[in-house]
């Protein structure tokens, strides 16, 4: 099992990795359109677990794992797009996937916890 910074590093390599796929996609308007979300919610993953680092209370934590949970799906639902769309990406984005699902169980059980051990912040 990783700890919470081997996670944190995990999100950035992730997020490194789909840089390297839009840097290789056409430029258009519908692509850049793509380019643009993808970057900045697959940017946003490590950020905010990077973030929940420094949370102020429960609550605080609480919302920065739900940011994380949030922009994790979002940089999976713009994968599936590119796949789709760019099909000479498949097996990497397959693999890109694969790791965001990973990732989003590993947030969903931690936002359970989080839940489960402080109830007033359901």
């Given at each position: 099992?990783?700890?919470?910074?081997?996670?944190?590093?995990?999100?950035?390599?992730?997020?490194?990795?789909?840089?390297?796929?839009?840097?290789?996609?056409?430029?258009?308007p519908?692509?850049?359109?793509?380019?643009?979300?993808?970057?900045?919610?697959?940017?946003?993953?490590?950020?905010?677990y990077?973030?929940?680092?420094?949370?102020?209370?429960?609550?605080?934590?609480?919302n920065?794992?739900?940011?994380v949970?949030?922009?994790?799906?979002?940089?999976?639902?713009?994968?599936?797009?590119?796949?789709?769309?760019?099909?000479?990406?498949?097996?990497?984005?397959?693999?890109?996937?694969?790791?965001?699902i990973?990732?989003?169980?590993?947030?969903?059980?931690?936002?359970?916890?989080?839940?489960?051990?402080?109830?007033?912040?359901?």
């Amino acid at each position: 099992m990783r700890t919470k910074d081997e996670w944190i590093v995990f999100a950035k390599n992730l997020a490194i990795q789909v840089f390297k796929i839009t840097d290789s996609m056409k430029f258009g308007p519908a692509n850049n359109e793509i380019i643009r979300q993808i970057t900045r919610c697959s940017n946003s993953v490590g950020a905010n677990y990077r973030a929940t680092k420094r949370a102020k209370s429960s609550k605080d934590f609480l919302n920065k794992f739900k940011i994380v949970e949030e922009e994790a799906d979002e940089t999976i639902y713009f994968l599936e797009i590119i796949s789709e769309r760019e099909p000479k990406f498949k097996p990497e984005i397959d693999e890109l996937i694969k790791q965001y699902i990973e990732l989003l169980s590993v947030v969903v059980a931690s936002i359970n916890t989080i839940k489960k051990n402080n109830p007033d912040l359901q």
